[in-house]
């Protein structure tokens, strides 16, 4: 029999900037090995994909995370929806509906409380497929968002046709503003495509309170990024959500 790979799944804080408090997370997934610590998932995604086991681990992280936010609620915490990435081959394999179907029942989670997140390179291949797929997601109570907007080759023809809630801009582009022109033009630009598809937007990678501000000023309305937290155990968001800590002044923040 196969070893199992021990893994750990991490919550970084979603944070409404309207409100400035934690309204969700997104569940990251680390390799924990014996020789090497906690692996990030750029360095073994990609052959998980290959060799196939991503169905196993994504099964695997989907089910971690809605098994802990039922036990947020039934702890009384504030309520927060948590996120989870989806590879593309896990997406289009067969059982992929059934096996989600299966994990909220089991978890007796509010599918409200789960967000799906896909890339553009994802939904872009067959898009009727893709859009009957997500329908079903949808109609299960789930939301879905599309991860690093921007980076990929999306057909905004084929954006409005799927059922989405949410765009969330790379941390390719939030990096350098408001400094850059360019990425200033950029966030700007899909801040008001995502509005006037009335959809949510989420910044990502927000690390500085220059950014934070150029954000509100634009009217994003979440933001994530290490501004607030870095992936953290799950006790530790457990605590960042009993504090409520919330992003505000610096001082304010240092005080907390
Ligand atoms: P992602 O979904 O775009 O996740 C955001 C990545 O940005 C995370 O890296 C997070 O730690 C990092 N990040 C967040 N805020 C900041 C910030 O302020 N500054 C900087 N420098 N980085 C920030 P991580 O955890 O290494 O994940 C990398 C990618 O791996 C994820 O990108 C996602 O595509 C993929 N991934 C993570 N977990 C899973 C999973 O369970 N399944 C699949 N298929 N992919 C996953
Ligand atoms: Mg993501
Ligand atoms: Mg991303």
Request: hydrophobic share 45%.
């Amino acid at each position: 029999m196969r070893p199992r790979m021990a893994r750990s799944v991490r919550p970084q804080p979603k944070v409404s900037v309207r409100e400035g408090r934690i309204i969700g997370a997104e569940a990251l997934v680390r390799w924990v090995s014996p020789d090497r610590g906690l692996v990030p998932p750029n360095e073994f995604i990609p052959i998980a994909e290959e060799t196939g086991l991503i169905s196993s681990i994504g099964e695997w992280v989907l089910e971690s995370a809605c098994r802990q936010a039922a036990a947020w609620v039934r702890k009384g915490l504030p309520p927060v929806r948590v996120a989870v990435n989806l590879s593309a081959r896990q997406f289009y394999s067969p059982g992929f509906i059934d096996s989600v179907r299966r994990i909220l029942a089991e978890s007796e989670v509010r599918p409200g409380a789960i967000e799906l997140e896909l890339t553009e390179s994802m939904m872009m291949q067959n898009v009727q497929h893709v859009a009957d797929l997500l329908m079903e997601l949808k109609l299960l109570g789930l939301h879905i968002s599309v991860d690093d907007f921007g980076t990929g080759y999306s057909s905004l023809g084929y954006l409005k046709r799927l059922p989405l809630d949410a765009l969330k801009i790379d941390r390719s582009f939030v990096r350098d503003v408001p400094g850059d022109q360019d990425d200033v033009a950029i966030t700007s630009a899909v801040v008001a495509l995502a509005h006037s598809l009335r959809l949510k937007v989420v910044a990502e990678g927000v690390e500085t309170d220059e950014q934070l501000a150029f954000l509100r000023e634009l009217g994003c309305d979440e933001i994530q990024g290490f501004l607030l937290s870095k992936p953290v155990p799950a006790e530790g968001f457990e605590a960042l959500l009993r504090r409520d800590v919330r992003l505000g002044p610096v001082a304010a923040r240092n005080a907390a």
